[in-house]
Nanobody, 129 residues
Framework: VQLQASGGGLVQAGGSLRLSCVGSGRTFSRDAMGWFRQAPGKEREFVAAISRTGGSTFYSDSVKGRFTISRDSAKNMVYLQMNNLKLEDQAVYYC???????????????????????WGQGTLVTVSS
């Protein structure tokens, strides 16, 4: 059972990238899914999450309005569309799965990395000026 993130790369500030995360080994259709990132010398931080049903999405203040999380449960996929990228978005991005997500939970729950039990390997996003 694993998650694999992809889609990172080098982009100019103001540009866009779409990250993908595919799950394998079991179905992830009932998992809440999240994206986190870690910049050099910094703690890992929450970026975005999507509920088990896909009906609710959650974002950190730093990416709200620029990033969009979505999922295709039939394909075991979750995506992070990143627009208007800024230098401070440069980081390794990780996808994560929470198999026991609370359906009615809010941002404080989904932004807590401790509720995610499975993590992908990370994909590097580099933003140039």
């Amino acid at each position: 059972v694993q998650l694999q993130a992809s889609g990172g790369g080098l982009v100019q500030a103001g540009g866009s990238l779409r990250l993908s995360c595919v799950g394998s080994g079991r179905t992830f259709s009932r998992d809440a899914m999240g994206w986190f990132r870690q910049a050099p010398g910094k703690e890992r931080e929450f970026v975005a999450a999507i509920s088990r049903t896909g009906g609710s999405t959650f974002y950190s203040d730093s990416v709200k309005g620029r990033f969009t999380i979505s999922r295709d449960s039939a394909k075991n996929m979750v995506y992070l569309q990143m627009n208007n990228l800024k230098l401070e978005d440069q980081a390794v991005y990780y996808c994560a799965a929470n198999r026991n997500a609370i359906l009615s939970a809010g941002l404080s729950y989904h932004s807590n990395e401790e509720v995610y039990e499975l993590w992908g390997q990370g994909t590097l996003v580099t933003v140039s000026s």
